[in-house]
Structures are given as C-alpha cells and as structure tokens.
C-alpha cells in the first residue's frame, strides 16, 4: 500500500464535519494511519467511541494531539481560539494545525496568538453541509464534489499547504486558495446572508397571530419549506458564523435591504419592467448553477 498522507490524524470537534472527516479518513489508509478524536462533550466521545468510526477516542485535548502530524479543529468559530490554545502547547514540532470554520478573518486572528513558531497553521473551509449536526449527522462522502477554501497565512510555509489540499482532495473535494477577506466577503453572501433570512423569514411566519400563521405551517409551499431545511441548522455555529463575520455579513444585509426596498417600490407603482428584470436575474443565477454542476 501506499504511504499515507500523515501517521496520525487528529479531529478535535466530532459533530457534522468532523465525524464526516473521520469517516472518510477511516475508510482506507489513504488519509492517515491513525485517527484520533476529542470532544469537549463526554457524550459525544461516548457516541463516537460506540459509532467505532475513529481508531481511538482520547478523554482530553492534550492526549489527542500528541504525536499528531495533523490536528483539524472541527469545533463552532467561537471555539476554535480556546481549543486551539487548549492543544498548541502539546502539539509535536513540525505538526500541521488546521481548521474548518465557516469564518476565516476571525479564526486566524483569534488563534495566531497561541501559535508556535514550529508548527504549521493552515486555514482552511470545505463548503459542504446539511442542516444537521452532531456525529450521528456526518457521513463519509459528505465532501465528494464540493469545495474546499484554503487561506494560508502570510509567509506560511507552501508545503503544509499543499498538505492540507491533498487531505481535501482525498475526501473528493476540489480545492483552491484564496485571500481570507475575499473568503468572508465571498461566502457572506452565499452562505451567511441566505442563513440569515431563513432563521429570519421563519421567525416572521412565527409571529403571525392565529389564523393565517397556522395556514402558513398547514400549506407551508416549496418556497418556504426550502427556507425552513436551512433555518433548522444548528444555533451555536450559526451564532458564532454571525458574530464573526459581523462586518462582511451587515454589508451584505444593508445591500439586500436597499434591493428588497428597491423592489417594494416598483411593486407599489406597478413597475413591471423591474420586476421582472429582476426575476430573470433569479432565473439566470440558478441556471448557470445547474450548468456549472452538470459541467
Ligand atoms: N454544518 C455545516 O454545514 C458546516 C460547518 N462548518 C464549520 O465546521 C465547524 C463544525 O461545525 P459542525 O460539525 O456543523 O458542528 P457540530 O455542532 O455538529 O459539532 C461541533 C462539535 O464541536 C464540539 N466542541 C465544541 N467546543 C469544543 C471545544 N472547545 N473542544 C472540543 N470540542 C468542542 C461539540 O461538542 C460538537 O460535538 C464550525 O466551525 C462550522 O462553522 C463548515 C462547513 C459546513
Ligand atoms: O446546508 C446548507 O445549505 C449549507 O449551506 C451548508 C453549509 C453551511 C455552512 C458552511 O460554512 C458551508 C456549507
């Protein structure tokens, strides 16, 4: 067989994405020789160690890094500085660290402090996920398909970089580099904002009083039923994206609010003209996403 990419890989955070992870790296020697798993939660350590899907469940931070040549924080953005600070100092020399959080800018300024000069630090975010979360959640081909964002930081050595590709590349996923403000801004928009008028929209509908907000449930349509699959996405790591990708997030929200408005006026004088030019927009945005998919 041919030599795995690390000896022994260490996930930290073992809900969605990290049990995902696991189970990739689990399911043939190509990824690592060894997996390891912590979660600060003692119930998720249980349920991992039941699932069987790691070589080995360890009872703290410190344990699970040690001799690791590749430690992936998979924990909510709010949690990636102090699990970082927590396992740092036991990581061995020369070992890779990186993460999976859905907010960039933040999480290398947050954790840079901690950082030794002998160890590799590689940002990293594969943009793939369902609304579910847990361990029970994740499955193995979760990345197959979808991208992975690399961030690296300034003057980082390209050979961890390359490193933490070729992991991507091995649970199926294409990778690319990229500026981490360009990476917030960017999936402010894709992501976060499109998060944000779900929870949103699905709170509106909660406040009609009576009957009209029990016919919104009973005839809920597809429209609102597809906001409802992202608005039932996990509160903590949605809280923590929100908090830390505030000023990419609120620009984008003060943009889609001038749109919306926009489009409140041409429906109050009838303007036909703008509305459906901007239904087309909609029309043309999801057809050139079905051709890049299908490309
Ligand atoms: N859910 C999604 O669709 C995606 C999430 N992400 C990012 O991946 C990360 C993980 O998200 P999910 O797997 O969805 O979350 P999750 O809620 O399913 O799992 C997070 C796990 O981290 C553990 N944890 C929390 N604080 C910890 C700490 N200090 N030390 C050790 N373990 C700790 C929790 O007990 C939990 O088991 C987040 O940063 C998120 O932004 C990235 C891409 C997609
Ligand atoms: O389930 C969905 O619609 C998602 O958008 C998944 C997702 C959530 C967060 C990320 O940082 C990346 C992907």
Known sequence: MTQPLFERLTVIGLGLIGSS?????MQDGSIAREVVA?????????????LGIVHRVADTG????QDADCVVLCVPVGAMAPSAAAIIPYMRT??????????????IREIQPFLRPDLHFVPAHPIAGTEYSGPDAGFSTLFEGRWT???PIEGGDPEPVAKVAALWQLCGAMTREMDAAHHDRALAIVSHLPHLLAFTICGTADDLEGESRNEVLQFAASGF?????????????????????REALLEMLARFTEDAQAMARAIRWG???????????GRRIRRSLIEIKQA
């Open 21 to 25: 992870l696991a189970r990739r790296a």
């Open 38 to 50: 912590y979660d600060a939660s003692p119930t998720v350590r249980t349920r991992v160690a039941e």
């Open 62 to 65: 410190q344990e699970a890094v």
């Open 94 to 107: 020369g070992a890779i660290l990186t993460d999976v959080g859905s907010t960039k800018q933040s999480v």
């Open 149 to 151: 964002l690399i961030t």
């Open 225 to 245: 039923r597809d906001f409802t699959r992202i608005a039932a996405s996990d509160p903590t790591m949605w809280r923590d994206v929100f908090l830390n990708n």
């Open 271 to 281: 303007d036909e003209e703008f509305i459906v030019d901007r239904i087309e927009r």
